[in-house]
């Protein structure tokens, strides 16, 4: 019997180690792809600014890179991954905060596009297993929103 809930517990184990090595092999993969469709936006409030990077890829994948300056925050630098449904899009931000790049945070949004605008959503956001999550059958607010997002022309750097 103690041999049966060992192995299930191995069990387990592995294919938690398994599902999250496929993800971030996917993550790469999809921060790598050549984009078919490039777009640029921001959102002013206040003394806050937002620039977001959308790269619209072949399979309707979404990638980008997001830089949130917050006033009397450091700086929020990293990449967005993930995919419309219907006229929003639910996405992961990794990112670093200020000059700590070891530390990566990792949290869920939402942006709703109305017209030619993007409404930052507001949402009740839960952790499980390390991962942050929008809490299900709680809805994300896109009608009181401080970062409406516009079209802006990207900035090419090389």
């Not at 993800?23 to 806050?48: M, R």
């Not at 300056?69 to 006229?87: A, H, Q, S, Y």
């Not at 942050?132 to 090419?156: A, L, M, Q, R």
């Amino acid at each position: 019997m103690k041999k049966l809930g060992l192995f299930c517990f191995l069990l387990v184990c592995f294919v938690f180690i398994s599902c999250k090595k496929t993800k971030t092999i996917d993550a790469d993969k999809l921060q790598n792809e050549k984009p078919i469709n490039t777009n640029c936006y921001q959102a002013i409030y206040e003394k806050d600014t937002i620039n977001l990077e959308v790269n619209t890829l072949k399979d309707g994948k979404i990638s980008g890179e997001m830089v949130m300056k917050l006033e009397n925050m450091p700086p929020k630098i990293g990449k967005i991954i993930g995919e419309f449904r219907g006229d929003t899009l639910f996405a992961d931000y990794s990112f670093h905060q200020g000059a700590n790049e070891n530390k990566i945070f990792k949290n869920p949004i939402a942006i709703l596009k109305r017209g030619n605008e993007f409404n930052l959503g507001n949402g009740k956001i839960e952790n499980y297993l390390g991962a942050s999550y929008f809490v299900k059958g709680e809805p994300v607010d896109f009608d009181n929103v401080k970062y409406k997002f516009t079209s802006i022309d990207c900035v090419v750097t090389e």
